[in-house]
């Protein structure tokens, strides 16, 4: 039979499929979150995130050093203080746990990888909100500002390269590019998390954090239904100059993804949230599915999308599989 297309020539041997991939996952593209937890003389495993540790300072630079001989591009750090209060004092306390933390990093593996921090106030507010609340127990966005602007020139100065601003209070990229560029920080780099959802997936998340929160985020993150708001995220942290923009949770909001990743101007980075890993692990775990396959098709699902890189609990895993 006489067909004009046969797209099935393509895909004949491995050799063919290689050759004609449209989306590339390269080891530079990953960046592997991690948790270090202040006062553990040992790692503690995250139980709903089987592979995922809350570090010992000891462990974590063993696995910052495992990071770098993987080739990824980079770490995103959090910490998880021992006190927490009203206003997340330990986040902005030069010798607070996640300051401490970014320190070793950049003296560890800081040529090798791009070292970055998380930054917002829930893993150090006693009421686990990602910014302070007012009188009426309101989280206030410009008071949150503020904490923001001292939690940036703290983490800048402790070496942090690219702050993760995933607070998602109005205005934030601006507020702590002023704030950095006032003190000279004019080379730290800002990561807007331009459009974060108010998600079912970060559930794992808040245990490897060990979140105080009661209540959730629906007043501050996003509408799982809007799609359009992704985008009007997007050009507002543009505007206000952030250098890469984020959109959070990945695998359900591959449209989002698509959408910003077609009119940004910087880089588009998308995180595999606690909640994507769990629920691979989970499956895998019960022999429903096929663990790497799995793992390998998320990510090229990501990339494909729109994303330049990707935040995975997988990164030094996935980087593995991809050089061999
Ligand atoms: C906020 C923050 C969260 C995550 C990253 N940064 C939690 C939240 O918004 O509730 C979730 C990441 C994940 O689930 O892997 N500091």
Redesign the pocket.
């Known amino acids: 039979m006489s067909l004009p297309d046969r797209p099935r020539r393509l895909r004949m041997t491995p050799a063919m499929r290689r050759l004609v991939a449209e989306t590339r996952l390269h080891r530079a593209e990953l960046i592997l ?1 991690m948790f270090v937890r202040e006062g553990l003389a040992e790692p503690a495993p995250v139980g709903s995130m089987p592979g995922v540790m809350q570090h010992s300072m000891d462990s974590f630079r063993a696995a910052l050093n495992e990071a770098a001989a993987a080739g990824i591009g980079g770490v995103m750090l ?1 910490g998880v203080p021992e006190k927490k209060d009203a206003i997340g004092s330990g986040a902005t306390d030069e010798d607070g746990i996640l300051n401490q933390a970014t320190r070793v990093a950049v003296s560890e593996v800081g040529d090798a990888l791009v070292v970055q921090t ?1 930054l ?1 106030l ?2 150090f507010t006693d009421h686990g909100h ?1 910014g302070v609340l007012d009188a009426t127990g309101r989280v206030d966005n410009d008071a949150s500002l503020a904490r923001y602007r001292d939690m940036a020139l703290a983490q800048a100065a402790a070496g942090s390269a690219l702050l ?1 601003l ?3 209070m109005d205005g934030q990229v601006a507020a702590v590019r002023d704030a950095l560029d006032t003190a000279g920080f004019t080379d730290t780099a800002l990561l807007g ?1 331009a459009a ?1 959802y108010a ?1 079912a ?6 245990e ?2 060990d ?1 105080s ?1 009661t209540g959730d ?1 629906k007043s501050y ?1 996003q509408d799982p239904a809007n799609r359009r708001e992704g985008l009007r995220e997007a050009s507002i942290d543009l505007d206000e100059g952030a250098d890469v923009i984020m959109v ?2 990945a695998m359900a909001y591959l449209d989002v993804l698509a959408d910003v990743a077609a009119i940004s101007t910087v880089p588009v980075w998308a ?1 595999q ?3 994507e ?1 769990a629920m691979i692990e989970a499956a895998a775990a019960n022999g429903w599915i096929d663990r790497e396959r799995a793992i390998m098709e998320s990510l090229i699902g990501i990339r494909r999308a729109g994303a330049d890189a990707v935040l995975t ?1 997988w990164a030094i895993e996935a980087a593995g599989a991809i050089s061999r």
Do not use: I, N, T
């Open positions: 979150p959090f998380d917002c829930d893993e990602c993760g995933s607070g998602m998390y974060k998600s997936f970060y559930g794992p998340f808040r490897a954090v979140s929160l985020r993150q959070k949770p995180y949230v606690s909640g890993y609990y």
